[in-house]
């Protein structure tokens, strides 16, 4: 069964400094992942998805993934921290038949100014 | 702003009430999804819909009743719901199902709080 894991509850970063938050899979198949962030009060935002054959891929707002085959990883990373990137953010993969999403427990990133 | 559209934005209802929640895309979409989501935690998947047919139902109560009237819209109507359903409910929408890489796409969702 395809899953996702967030290690980190919660990340701390100070501003300007480059972030990470970390994504583990576990598939059967080709891996359709996802990176969505939620600020409060608000729906789930969609940042980027794995391309096939790309090991980093680019998103809005200046975020990007790096895609690991041996480490089974998709880590979301952004080389210099904002405050206002400061949310709940989500690893997400596709289910076996394509008809759902299945979402990592969430990391809240804190950016300090 | 979202591409996907929720009203109400907060909803208050009594346990003995009736109303529904409402949702609306104009992508093109042909794949519907309700989802529930408490805070601070990942969203629970609840119905979708394919094509404005039903093909997913998560073991929902039957006080959650989804209907697709057309391909641009989405309905849950609600019932008799219990404190525990307090929760964000999210509305998202894809071109299709199936194994790819498109995303679906979130509403800002309804906030529900049950008396």
């Known amino acids: 069964a395809q899953s996702v894991a967030q290690p980190e509850d919660q990340v701390n970063v100070a501003e300007g400094n480059p972030l990470t938050v970390k994504c583990t899979y576990s598939v059967s198949g080709n891996p359709y992942l996802f990176w969505y962030v939620q600020y409060p009060n608000r729906g789930l935002q969609f940042l980027l998805k794995y391309i096939t054959g790309d090991n980093l891929v680019k998103g809005s707002y200046g975020f990007e993934a790096e895609f690991n085959k041996s480490q089974t990883s998709f880590h979301l990373k952004k080389p210099s921290a904002l405050v206002s990137d400061s949310a709940l953010y989500f690893c997400?993969?596709?289910?076996?038949?394509?008809?759902?999403?299945?979402f990592g427990k969430g990391t809240t990133l804190s950016v300090s100014s | 702003d979202t591409e996907v559209t929720q009203t109400p934005k907060h909803l208050v209802m009594g346990m003995t009430n009736k109303k529904s929640l409402k949702c609306e895309q104009h992508m093109g979409h042909r794949a519907m999804y309700w989802y529930k989501q408490k805070a601070k935690k990942p969203p629970e998947l609840m119905f979708v819909?394919?094509?404005?047919?039903?093909?997913i139902n998560e073991s929902v109560p039957s006080r959650f009743s989804p209907e697709c009237p057309n391909s641009s819209l989405l309905n849950l109507h609600l019932h008799a719901l219990q404190p525990e359903d307090s929760a964000l409910y999210l509305c998202?929408?894809?071109?299709?199902?199936?194994?790819?890489?498109?995303?679906?796409?979130f509403g800002d969702g309804t906030r529900l709080s049950i008396l």
């Open positions: 819909y394919s094509y404005e047919k039903l093909s």
């Open positions: 997400a993969v596709k289910n076996q038949a394509g008809t759902a999403l299945i």
């Open positions: 998202a929408s894809s071109p299709v199902t199936g194994a790819s890489n498109q995303p679906q796409h």
